[in-house]
């Protein structure tokens, strides 16, 4: 699945030691669904885009919490690693400390 990604300023940017990022330009990342959803719950890729602020690092899409039956509004909290995180589960995920931490909304999605 390809998506087209805005980063928002949402919550903020911050890195690992929580000092606030500027909010990077858009860029289209390549993901793995890695907890299903409508149409995931959480998603990984790593941005390959060159010359971009997040080239290299590893990227975990989670939805925004909000019910499965309001749809999918494209909002997304985006965690990133400098290396393949564990997943299936942001839970797991999670157990490493991101390097960042975004806002995101998914402007186009595609197969």
């Known amino acids: 699945m390809k998506l ?3 980063p928002i300023h949402g919550w903020g ?3 690992a030691a929580g000092t606030p990022l500027e909010v990077p330009p858009t860029f289209c990342l390549e993901v793995t669904v890695t907890q299903a959803g409508n149409p995931f719950t959480s998603a990984l890729g790593q941005v390959t885009a060159p010359g971009h602020p ?3 690092l590893w990227v975990v899409l ?3 919490q909000m019910p499965f039956e309001m749809g999918f509004d494209g909002h997304c909290n985006l965690f990133a690693f400098d290396h393949k995180p564990a997943v299936p589960k942001i839970s797991e995920a ?3 400390k991101p390097v960042l931490t ?3 909304s ?3 999605i595609a197969d």
């Open 13 to 15: 940017w911050f890195d």
């Open 4 to 6: 087209e990604i805005h």
């Open 102 to 104: 975004g806002s995101v």
């Open 106 to 108: 998914i402007d186009s």
């Open 94 to 96: 999670l157990a490493d």
């Open 54 to 56: 997040l080239a290299g």
């Open 62 to 64: 989670s939805r925004r």
